[in-house]
């Protein structure tokens, strides 16, 4: 009874903040919810049959569960998922209250919660996944999640004994992740990319995690896929990435970029294992769109325009590498420092910049990211003149000014910037 109470407050409170227009309602139902029946989750998930994929990373979260649903709904699933960016504990219970019935019932054959990389270990203690997917650990905002190592441990402790109904799904190509299955008894299916003639053969600066998790020495690596990522190995402790066990190639990729065919690897790995076919998987893949901001494409004044969410060095760099083969020419940088983009910025001091023929910049550290751009040297010669706007939407308006009827304006904004350039873009708010 107590919970069928908080289902109808959830949901009335949720009307309510929409009508009054002070927000979408995602997050509040599941907070006060929360504050008044703690385990309010897990009774709800009991009481259903539906099986619960939890998604945790720093980077790809939106698109993989993206991937996933939109192949399950293609074979005729019902699914429930949080709202990305409502990825706390308060954002699962109040996609559990909002799309249940008025009888608090829920119907749906699986649930996708995309998991905030600090909220995991508390999550884990609420409901125990049938699949449990972990993409990779980037430095990312600094100010709140510290260093990534602590990230780990704190993964790694959470994970000491898992359902024995849960599979994990895990990336053997990040050290810190493909540790994570080196004690557990559960199983393990690992994901990873294969090697090809454009891998690089040396760290890149932004390099996040390069010592061995196991014993603290430097690791070994054969190929870099990005980042930290590759084929590795340590000499002192005989760690070494997973062979066993491992999916590192597909026939249909339906985003561009490295990054992305990992990210398809981890929800084929999921789909085979929920009994999807692969022809099946490949037919849902046709019929996917971006997430937004996520690769997006919206024609703008009858313009090409394309959003890359670029929220940290990792990110960013990846962006950089993609729209440099998509063969971009003018590139939008968008740099926000608001709690959700983090406060500390001094992770554009660690991105890469290579040269295109019109840089524009504008965001809240708009003054930053030009210096960062102003103090890029390659070949001994700086990048091209940039040009700084303060407004957002004049920024946009110059940069589609700048294009020819086949050209695109890529912009690479962090996350506030994103929701605020699709607004203008749009004209309509997404959280």
């Known amino acids: 009874m107590l919970n069928l109470c908080l289902i109808i407050l959830g949901k009335t409170l949720s009307r309510l903040s929409k009508f009054l227009r002070v927000g979408n309602g995602s997050t509040w139902p599941g907070h006060i919810a929360l504050a008044i029946n703690k385990n309010v989750i897990r009774e709800m998930i009991s009481k259903s049959s539906m099986q619960v994929i939890l998604i945790a990373g720093t980077n790809g979260k939106t698109t993989t569960a993206k991937l996933i649903r939109t192949v399950l709904e293609e074979n005729g699933k019902n699914i429930l998922q949080n709202q990305s960016g409502a990825n706390l504990l308060n954002g699962i219970a109040s996609a559990l209250i909002l799309q249940s019935d008025l009888l608090g019932k829920l119907k749906h054959d699986f649930a996708i919660f995309e998991v905030d990389e ?28 510290g260093e990534i190592d602590e990230i780990a441990r704190k993964w790694n402790k959470s994970l000491e004994s898992p359902s024995k109904e849960t599979t994990l799904i895990l990336n053997a190509d990040d050290p810190l992740i493909a540790y994570l299955g080196i004690k557990t008894k559960t199983k393990i299916i690992y994901f990873g990319l294969e090697t090809s003639e454009s891998d690089k053969k040396s760290l890149e600066h932004a390099a996040d995690s390069i010592y061995c998790p196991a014993c603290g020495n430097k690791l070994n690596y054969k190929i870099i896929y990005y980042s930290h990522l590759g084929i590795w190995n340590c000499d002192n402790c005989g760690f ?10 597909f026939t249909f990729y339906p985003l561009r970029g490295v990054y992305n065919i990992s990210n398809t690897h981890a929800a084929v790995a999921v789909l085979r294992q929920a009994g999807i076919e692969d022809k099946k998987i490949i037919e849902g893949f046709k019929k996917f769109t971006p997430a937004f901001g996520r690769q997006e494409k919206i024609i703008y004044k009858q313009k090409n325009i394309q959003i890359f969410l670029s929220k940290n060095p ?51 550290r708009v003054y930053d990211m030009a210096l960062r751009v102003k103090y890029t040297e390659k070949s001994g010669t700086r990048n091209p003149e940039f040009e700084i706007f303060e407004r957002v939407d004049e920024a946009i308006m110059k940069g589609l000014k700048t294009l020819k009827l086949d050209e695109t304006l890529y912009i690479l904004p962090t996350y506030t910037a994103m929701l605020e350039v699709r607004k203008i873009l749009t004209g309509k708010s997404i959280l």
Do not use: C, H
């Not at 409901?127 to 993409?135: E, G, S």
């Open 118 to 145: 600090n909220a995991l270990p508390l999550i884990l203690k609420e409901l125990d996944p049938k699949y449990l997917v972990l993409l990779n650990l980037f430095r990312d905002q600094l100010d709140r999640y």
């Open 240 to 249: 070494s990435r997973p062979s066993e066990n491992i999916l590192s190639n």
């Open 314 to 364: 990792t990110g960013f760099n990846e962006s950089m590498r993609t729209i440099k083969q998509l063969g971009a020419k003018t590139v939008l940088l968008v740099l926000n420092d608001r709690v959700a983009d983090g406060k500390d910025v001094s992770w554009i001091w660690d991105i890469d910049l290579p040269k295109f023929q019109n840089i524009l910049i504008t965001g809240d």
